[in-house]
């Protein structure tokens, strides 16, 4: 093929050798057009070669030509066993990827690779609030222990008969981001798991669509999933119906879809605890999807990875067959970075697109400050790499990040505060106004009085001139996120949930709504049962405290609901009165 194999008599030789001919191709090619450049990946092992029939064989070879598949292009990655024998013998900086499972080789190998000018990412170095996705596993720093040791747990429960698992952890640890841009990676690397031939993949939230069960649907008809093989949203959508009725017949059916591809599908259902954010006893649909996500698991065709709040991960026994699926090696808890993943995360992107930090005798280097502080305060990731990215924007062209900048943006925790508030300062009063209603439509609270974010229909959001203007400025200022499905009926949620906790603002508007949003967030199971329910009578508000709040609700915010909940208030207000007038006929008679 186009590969070259090369023979040292020491790792040290074969590490120099390796840096000179990166950076010497670099150099030659830096002249070059981005798309003409050539650029080589390398990979270093230590073990026995053998020459037989004119060709060279061997364990090491093998693991040199994949560790080969993992370097980046300009990039150098070796085993470590090589990094051992040269760690004092050669000035670089090594980082650890983890241990990787590799293609026709036994166990896993522990990967480190050498960071490289050659290897510099031409992409934004930092990615602000918004979650990593796959493709961006080059700008997805200080997480590589983390995503070797959950693809491996993954791995471990297919190997058991049920492919699930449920990464959890704090708000903004990065959960999305891992595994998007981690496991998902990691498995779409060509030969990441023994014969499979291609890795479809899907993504859904559970609040996407009007029930859950659909949203699955939906996500299973993308092209990146089983849309790629030519099914469409009624079949995807007979699949999961059957999953649900029929789990032991999964198998079969999946077989026959993804077997003759030599194809394995993943699929991804970020923020899980979105089905814990109400009472899910009261929603039989929950369970459903349960009983669907672990037919899929236990396929042997269907790899799941969900994501849930740690706050949330003592309720699973709340919905039937989801504390059983995350059991044992069926959870992974992912932490806080540690300090020196904090520092790959500040550093390595600014070293990756040739960005300098400041230097001063009085203050020191602004790296160690940034890394000092983030670990001081225990700074989320979203606020690390928000900052980061606003000190970047703060440089312009001069590529370098200043002390001064730092200090304009107010430190971590007034960098997203003060993006937010310079964005609503310059909008015209009138349009000011229509935050409030913009932010209680974008945040709900669950029964045990947590604050959660949702997604809202842009339609529902947008209903004025004014709160239209908000909502496209919030958008463009990346504190607002906005996601079309199919029928391009998009929807808005906010970039992070830091944002409810961070942004004065936005916190105090939420206590000051406490009690009007639990009371939303109470009708919204009321109504959604009302509608399961073909709208019967039977599953109307009764007379009583509840119909009065929701009274209270419509008269103080109906432009802000939606039009079932509407409806489901005012029929539930007719029975009450046609009930009423009966019962005083009947004392007239």
């Not at 299973?220 to 079949?235: F, K, N, R």
């Not at 004014?466 to 808005?492: G, I, K, Q, W, Y």
Request: with cysteine; aromatic share 4%; proline share 5%.
């Amino acid at each position: 093929g186009d590969s070259i194999y090369a023979e040292f008599i020491s790792p040290v030789e074969a590490v120099r050798c390796a840096i000179d001919v990166q950076l010497a191709l670099h150099d030659i090619e830096s002249a070059r057009a981005e798309g003409e450049r050539m650029r080589w990946r390398i990979g270093i092992n230590l073990g026995d070669v053998m020459a037989e029939e004119g060709a060279v064989v061997g364990d090491g070879v093998n693991v040199a030509a994949r560790l080969e598949a993992l370097a980046r292009p300009g990039g150098v990655c070796l085993s470590a066993a090589v990094a051992e024998h040269v760690r004092d013998h050669v000035e670089v900086v090594f980082e650890d990827l983890g241990r990787q499972r590799l293609k026709n080789i036994g166990r896993s190998i522990q990967v480190f690779r050498i960071p490289l000018p050659s290897d510099l990412d031409p992409a934004p170095p930092y990615h602000g609030l918004v979650p990593f996705e796959v493709g961006e596993s080059s700008m997805f720093h200080g997480r590589a222990r983390a995503v070797a040791e959950a693809t491996d747990r993954l791995a471990r429960r297919a190997a058991e008969g049920s492919a699930f698992l449920l990464v959890y952890g704090a708000s903004g640890v990065g959960k999305s981001s891992l595994v998007r841009a981690g496991i998902l990676s990691a498995l779409l690397r060509p030969g990441a798991v023994d014969g499979v031939a291609r890795w479809l993949w899907s993504a859904l939230r559970p609040s996407g669509a009007p029930s859950v069960q659909a949203a699955l649907a939906a996500s299973l008809a993308s092209p990146e999933g089983l849309g790629g093989l030519g099914m469409g949203v009624a079949d995807a959508e007979a699949l999961v119906e059957a999953l649900a009725a029929e789990p032991d017949q999964s198998p079969a059916r999946l077989r026959a879809i993804l077997e003759g591809a030599r194809a394995r599908l993943l699929l991804i259902v970020d923020q899980l605890e979105e089905l814990l954010a109400e009472d899910p006893r009261r929603d039989p649909g929950a369970e459903a999807f349960v009983r669907t996500l672990a037919a899929l698991a236990g396929s042997g065709f269907v790899w799941v990875v969900a994501t849930m709040r740690g706050d949330f991960y003592h309720r699973c026994s709340e919905i039937a067959g989801l504390a059983e699926l995350r059991d044992g090696l069926g959870s992974y808890e992912l932490l806080p970075p540690s300090p020196s993943e904090v520092g790959q995360i500040i550093r390595e992107p600014a070293r990756r697109a040739g960005l300098r930090f400041e230097h001063t005798e009085e203050e020191g280097r602004l790296d160690d400050v940034l890394h000092g502080d983030a670990v001081r305060n225990s700074v989320p990731l979203p606020l690390l790499s928000f900052t980061m990215a606003s000190l970047h924007a703060a440089a312009g062209d001069s590529r370098r990040l200043s002390f001064a900048d730092y200090r304009r943006l107010g430190g971590f925790e007034g960098a997203i505060a003060k993006r937010a508030e310079e964005v609503v300062r310059d909008l015209p009063p009138n349009v000011v106004g229509a935050l409030p209603a913009v932010i209680r439509a974008l945040v709900t609270i669950g029964a045990d009085g947590t604050v959660t974010a949702r997604a809202t229909r842009q339609a529902d959001i947008a209903t004025t001139p004014e709160r239209r203007t908000l909502v496209d400025t919030l958008v463009s200022a990346r504190l607002l996120v906005v996601d079309h499905d199919r029928d391009d009926d998009s929807e808005l949620r906010l970039a992070h949930e830091a944002l409810t906790t961070h942004w004065p603002r936005a916190r105090d508007q939420i206590q000051a709504d406490r009690e009007l949003l639990t009371i939303r967030a109470a009708l919204d199971i009321e109504v959604q049962r009302w509608e399961r329910e073909g709208r019967s009578a039977d599953f109307l508000l009764p007379a009583g405290r509840r119909l009065a709040e929701a009274e209270d609700l419509l008269q103080q915010r109906r432009s802000e609901l939606k039009p079932l909940l509407i409806a489901f208030i005012d029929s539930s207000r007719t029975a009450r009165d046609r009930a009423a007038r009966r019962a005083l006929n009947r004392l007239r008679s």
